[in-house]
């Protein structure tokens, strides 16, 4: 792996994370995104980060604020891009948003630099032409929290390159990540595989009036001894990403998911957003499942 300069696109929840993650483990970062109010939140979600290194990690205020400064922002692309060995692609999970970026991103990154998509459940073979390097292209699929929750699920597409795959895998170990190599493309990866249908059963639940989000995470929680039900990890993941995969698969025709795509619309729009705005199905910091009493009659 020959890995010094790594560019990350797109300043969301996760794309922040991953930024840090990368800086605080000695890269240097280039942060892109589209405009400057996007900048400026990337760089409020990246400053919130670093209490919670020192508290999980243990790292000092020196640390935290030397990986703080090995972060570039960019809202240039060609400028953002011009150094990078490896490009970690963060932008919303829409198939015509990734394909579209991708196709500005092949025409200003170097030759050297390798493409790494982070989607939770689009596969790599579906942007792997508007890449214009299929070859060094494939996914790389972080969970939320990569600091505690540090999972690196690296999967390849039949015309990827074995020296770029394993590459992949060497720069997950290099983050601190623990590296889950995947040979086959699969949809959902192996986490979003389990975890995908279990959200969506309890999100069916809600919706179809069967119980609300406390009592679904409350049966949860004690039936198996979880620390968190289904509505605290969609809090986690964000409203807007649960809303996107609704909403994709209620375009393609499948009528179940156009009640659950509006309902998490409605939250989207009264700024609901998950543990990042303060409030979705729980209020944050302090949501109801981390009382000790949640869980008694």
Known sequence: MDFHYIMVAGGGVLGSQIAYQTAFHGFEVYLYDVDNEAIERAKNRIIGLKPAYQRDLKATEGQVNAAFARIQFCTDLKEAVAKADLVIEAVPEVPDIKTAFYEQLAKVAPEKTVFATNSSTLLPSQFAEATGRPSKFLALHFANSIWVHNTAEIMKHPGTDDQVFQDVIEFAKAIGMVPLPIYKEQPGYILNSLLVPFLEAA????????????????????????????????????????????????????????????????????GKLGRESGEGFYRYPHPSYRDPDFLKS
């Not at 049966?219 to 509505?231: K, L, Q, R, S, V």
């Open 203 to 270: 999100q069916m639940l809600w919706v179809n009036g069967v119980a609300d989000p406390e009592t679904i995470d409350k049966t949860w929680m004690i039936a198996t001894g979880a620390p968190e039900g289904p509505f605290a990890i969609l809090d986690t993941v964000g409203v807007r990403t649960a809303y996107n995969i609704a909403s994709g698969k209620a375009k393609a025709g499948k009528q179940k998911y156009d009640q659950l795509a509006a309902k998490l619309k409605d939250m989207i729009d009264l």
